[in-house]
């Protein structure tokens, strides 16, 4: 059986970007999920560049051959929020399908483990809304 | 079809004339013969033809004209700036959806187009808006008990906060303590008492400008029919909701005269939810949360970004489907800090949302306002869109309706 946490937190230090306030004010990130986008890149797969969504700069990726978007969402400075969300529209529920996402958090928590940019790094469960049961990486087998 | 009223005693009440003359509407295009009809409309999508129906007599006239026999089209004059805009916003739509280039096309490709000519069908239009007036009926009774309960639990934190003076020092900026907006809502009257005062006739014109707004809010034929059939179930929605909601005002009116009073406070109460974390520091901020809500609304049902399954094309879903009124939980009526809030409640991703830089906070956080996300039937509930509740709601009322159609023989619209 295995557990996902598909909300991470972290810190980070960027530049500053300019929040457009044309008619929808854009949060801040969007230089944090470029930044990841280009980790996913790196790490060999297919992740356009993040544009803004309902709340949070989001970035599509194409992983073994499935659309799974991460979303980057920053309150206050330094600190990023970040959920991942399977895009699908049908067959998000099978099986297959979600050993892919379980593939995606794990390469995930990797990269962003490793890159010293990012610290703090923590993961939450859908459950924990308040965030009070962190653990160390998106990925846990019982 | 049978008539609604042949033998009533009592006098037709407006909702049963509205309803009255929405299902004659509905019976007299219906009645249409088949030929003409398909032929008229086979042309038009032949040929790409817009049919220029801009108001619900258009409609019906043109339902008319086909059956006398004329079948001809109106003549097609050019697009209204407003036409125009509609067009030019669908144009980027539809290059998304033809967008994989080298691919195969997935097959939705001939399925837009017929579902877009459908969509702009006048029979469907006609058809969708009564439907939509149906719809609106519960969905607008609901909401007047959810305003009338929210409004009582709003009531009942407000004297909370009046009677623990120290706390709402503490916990409000100046502007949005107990005796602030007692004092404005007193200064309101008195300064309208004073107006009225000065210049009598502006009772008068009040009256009339009020009087419009009632029709406009009852009355489907007071405002212009929309372009398609979605449009015209929104609009007749809308109109349906007001009436489910008058319905049970005027039903409560005897004991309602408390619920009416605490509207105002209430709606103060929620607010304070929203922003009372930021505390009086960032006074500004809770002026910006206190705008009307500016925003894309949250995408319940398909994601923003929503793909096809690879096995159809793994094409993005259509704009036009992921943004419509169907997907989208749309804030209406809410401001910004209300939004926020009930975003938080119904979407388990959301976490905050950005505040222009000129304010004193970064962003507006779920987390630190202390609010939940619900689950269960209530997040269920709570994150479908008004318009995909209504359609389900009209689904299963038609059913219900035509199972006591069958056992009494008597069409009840609600």
Request: proline letters at 7%; glycine letters at 10%.
């Amino acid at each position: 059986m295995v557990k996902v946490y598909e909300h991470g937190e972290f810190e980070a230090d960027f530049p500053e970007e300019t929040v457009q306030e044309i008619d929808i004010v854009e949060s801040a990130g969007r230089n944090v999920a470029e930044a990841i986008s280009k980790m996913i890149q790196r790490a060999g797969y297919e992740c356009g560049p993040p544009s803004f969504g309902d709340f949070a700069w989001e970035a599509v990726a194409r992983f073994k051959r499935r659309p799974i978007v991460f979303g980057i969402h920053g309150v206050e400075p330094g600190e990023f929020h970040l959920f991942v969300k399977d895009l699908s529209v049908f067959d998000r529920w099978l099986p297959s399908a979600k050993q892919i996402f379980v593939e995606y958090l794990r390469m995930l928590g990797r990269e962003l483990g490793a890159d010293t940019r990012f610290r703090h790094v923590r993961w939450y469960s859908d459950k924990d809304r308040r965030h009070e049961h962190p653990v160390a990486f998106p990925v846990e087998d019982d | 079809m049978a008539q609604a009223s042949p033998n009533r005693r009592e006098p037709e009440s407006m909702m049963e004339f509205v309803a009255r003359r929405g299902r004659e509407s509905v019976a007299r295009l219906s009645q249409a013969t088949s030929a003409a009809a398909h032929d008229a409309y086979g042309r038009a999508t032949r040929t790409g033809e817009n049919l220029h129906l801009p108001t619900t007599d258009d409609v019906i006239a043109f339902g008319a004209d086909l059956m006398s026999g004329g079948g001809r089209n109106r003549p097609q004059p050019p697009p209204s700036p407003t036409q125009a805009k509609r067009q030019a916003a669908a144009r980027p739509a539809q290059r998304h959806a033809a967008r994989p280039v080298g691919q195969p096309s997935p097959p939705r490709a001939s399925g837009s187009n017929f579902f877009n000519d459908l969509n702009r069908n006048p029979y469907v239009k006609a058809a969708a808006g009564y439907t939509g007036l149906i719809a609106g009926q519960q969905p607008g009774m609901t909401r007047g008990a959810m305003h009338m309960a929210e409004d009582a639990l709003g009531a009942a934190v407000f004297v909370g906060r009046a009677l623990s003076p120290q706390a709402d020092q503490a916990m409000n900026p100046p502007g949005r303590r107990v005796p602030d907006q007692v004092l404005d809502t007193g200064k309101a009257i008195a300064g309208y008492a004073d107006r009225i005062r000065k210049d009598p006739t502006r009772l008068s014109h009040d009256a009339r400008r009020i009087g419009h707004q009632v029709n406009v809010a009852l009355n489907p034929y007071a405002t212009p029919s929309a372009d398609t059939a979605v449009g015209e179930f929104l609009r007749f929605r809308d109109v349906g909701k007001n009436h489910g909601e008058l319905a049970l005002n005027v039903a409560l009116f005897p004991v309602g005269g408390e619920a009416a009073a605490a509207s105002k406070i209430g709606r103060a109460a929620r607010f304070a939810k929203a922003t009372d974390y930021l505390l009086p520091a960032n006074g500004d901020v809770v002026r910006y949360l206190a705008k009307d809500y500016k925003g894309l609304g949250h995408h319940a049902i398909l994601p923003r970004d929503a793909a096809l399954p690879d096995w159809l094309g793994g094409a993005p879903v259509p704009k036009w489907i992921v943004d419509s009124p169907f997907n989208v939980v749309q804030f209406k009526g809410l401001t910004q800090g209300e939004a926020y809030a009930k975003h938080a409640m119904i979407d388990k991703h959301y976490y905050g949302s950005g505040l222009p830089k000129k304010l004193s906070a970064r962003g507006w956080s779920a987390n630190k306002a202390g609010i939940d996300t619900q689950t269960g039937i209530e997040q269920v509930w709570n994150g479908t869109p008004e318009a995909t509740k209504s359609l389900l709601g009209a689904v299963s009322g038609g059913a219900g309706s035509l199972a006591r159609e069958g056992n009494d023989g008597e069409q009840r619209p609600w």
